[in-house]
């Protein structure tokens, strides 16, 4: 499934309606069939997951020891609100009100499409976020995402890789 892009603001209707951008619903995979998933966030905001991203994200919760009472509480407070969507035939969702309530969302939402979700933000609070960046940026870039790159010598990539002796270099 191919990543989300793009951020965008959506007005909500008189019934708590929102209209997900033409842009966005292209981006749908086909094997969603319009039907995706919302949640609340790990902040005060919700996720729309298209509904395989869900069954994969709650597949890995699967995974956890039921016997295990942290495991067991974080599956409860994860599927905590969670409920399945539909696009209607004029491309629109009906989020449930009590968790417009949770995200402070009254009558504008900012939806941040990245990776394999898309997240609801009120917009004081998306403002606030976004507002609230690093003083360095790129040091948190190169804390977060330096390791990603060639940290070891390319012989952890390609395993066949052998660094020539020294002295023997062309």
């Not at 892009?5 to 995979?29: H, M, N, V, W, Y």
């Not at 933000?121 to 190169?142: G, H, I, K, Q, V």
């Not at 790159?149 to 052998?162: C, I, L």
Request: hydrophobic fraction near 40%; glycine fraction near 6%; include cysteine.
């Amino acid at each position: 499934m191919a990543n989300f892009l793009g951020e965008f603001e959506c007005k909500l209707d008189s019934k708590a309606r929102i209209a997900l951008p033409t842009a966005l619903r292209k981006q749908l995979p086909p094997e969603a069939e319009g039907r995706l998933v919302v949640n609340r966030g790990f902040e005060q905001h919700l996720v729309l997951y298209p509904l395989p991203e869900w069954r994969r994200v709650t597949a890995e919760l699967d995974r956890l020891n039921p016997y295990i009472k942290k495991h067991r509480e974080f599956v409860r407070y994860f599927h905590r609100g969670a409920t399945e969507l539909e696009l209607d035939g004029s491309g629109r969702l009906l989020l449930p009100r009590r968790l417009l309530d949770y995200a402070g969302i009254r009558d504008t939402a900012i939806l941040l499409a990245y990776a394999r979700r898309i997240e609801c933000w009120d917009p004081t609070l998306y403002e606030n976020l976004l507002s609230d960046e690093p003083a360095d940026f790129a040091r948190l870039a190169e804390e977060i995402m330096g390791g990603l790159g060639r940290s070891e010598p390319d012989a952890e990539r390609f395993p066949d890789f052998r660094e020539p002796p020294l002295g023997s270099r062309h």
